[in-house]
């Protein structure tokens, strides 16, 4: 990783580019690295992307599931303090009626 700006243009530089990106594609060849050591034959590839799509793909569905959770969790504590909210104005004005 670079220290500085070196403004080569590449976007997948880690000091002029995007970093997250960078990061990516630095993941992408090491895992291509680590499965060509690996696999044997294209059968064994494509069982080997088939496998890891499916799951990605459900692991995407489980977090998507939790943030859904999460933010269903999150509705409800708004509510509770909305009607909170609520309550005590009322209160406050029943008090200035007196």
Known sequence: MSSGPCMCGDPYC?????PAQARLADCI????EQIGDFIE?????DLIWDAGK?????????A??????QAQGYEMEIERLQDR???LESQAKGGNNN
């Open 14 to 18: 880690w000091s002029c580019g995007d």
């Open 29 to 32: 060849d090491s895992l291509a």
């Open 64 to 69: 998507t599931e939790v943030m859904r959770d």
């Open 41 to 45: 034959s294209p059968i064994e590839a």
């Open 85 to 87: 909210i609520d309550e």
């Open 54 to 62: 499916a799951a990605v793909l459900k692991a995407r569905e489980m």
